[in-house]
């Protein structure tokens, strides 16, 4: 197995269309024997899974990536880990022992970001104009005084028992997006919209405006002897299965006996209600 990690000074860099550097690592019994760091050929976005695939890459880790680069990765049969941050070979250490868990986004925190359509190279392409084509600058989907706009906010992220589970003012870095992309969570970025420059807002949001509501039928189980390995796993633990297209899956183990394990694929954050304090700190 090869493992992908895009790559600047020993961290996963965040942009995958922007990457230019992979570091790639071979796996063997689970076990990293060689790595390698590699140029990115002078390509970019969606071209960067043909050139993946070519060096038989098996699976890409990275920071975030727009929808018509996932697209091109599927086709070529590369699986995708995304919202990884931190050191590179962290990161592979994690995603082998099971604990790195695939968000499907593009900053460094999951608990409001969703995702980022990569900006292309056209110079005469207005990303608050664009209309979402592969490659191209993100698609605005929603309406207000900073929809299209790049924007930097500090938040504080609580639960309705007073209890943080996220903090930008924690890591003292605000996050950074596009407003009304589609990039964060909808009552986020719906509070966002409205915000000034400097202007503070407290938000509740229900489940149907995070990450929605508790789908039972994400619960699922299965006869240990039909998922080899699946006999050392314990409960409460974040693994990964593959869909017949070779798709990583987070789960969770819920449940298990000597004949069965039950799975939770839904997300943790998936039926609870959520606070945040934002801080609009700049408009870019």
Known sequence: MKIAVTYENGNVFQHFGR??????????????????????????????????RSLGVDLLICGGMGQGAKNALAEAGV???SGAQGDADD??????????????????????????????ANEECDPAQCGGCAGCGPQIIMEGPNA?????????????????????????????????????????????LHMAQGE????????????????PT???????????????????????????????????VKEKTDTEITFDANHEMAGKKLNFHIELVEIL
Do not use: W
């Not at 995603?95 to 292309?120: M, P, R």
């Not at 906010?153 to 950074?176: A, C, I, K, M, W």
């Not at 299965?222 to 409960?235: D, K, R, V």
């Open 148 to 192: 299209g706009k790049t924007v930097r906010v500090h938040y504080r992220g609580t639960f309705d028992d007073g209890t943080q589970f996220d903090s930008s003012y924690d890591r003292n870095e605000p996050l950074e997006f596009v407003c009304g992309a589609g990039m964060m969570i909808r009552g986020f970025d719906e509070a966002v």
């Open 19 to 52: 990457t230019e550097s992979f570091k790639i690592y071979e796996i063997k019994d689970g076990e990293i024997l060689n790595t390698e760091v590699i140029g990115n050929n002078g390509i970019g976005h969606e071209a960067l899974a043909g050139y993946l």
């Open 91 to 120: 990161a592979v250490r994690s995603f082998l022992k099971g604990e790195l868990v695939s968000e499907d986004v593009n900053c460094d925190h999951h608990e409001h970001h969703q995702e980022e359509e990569s900006c292309c």
């Open 200 to 215: 503070s807002l407290d938000v509740h949001l229900m489940p149907e405006q995070a990450y929605g509501p508790y789908d």
């Open 218 to 252: 994400a619960v699922f189980t299965m006869p240990i002897s039909a998922l080899p390995g699946s006999e050392n796993l314990e409960a409460n633990q974040k693994v990964y299965l593959q869909t017949p297209q070779g798709y990583p899956i987070p789960v969770l």
């Open 79 to 81: 699986a995708v880990c």
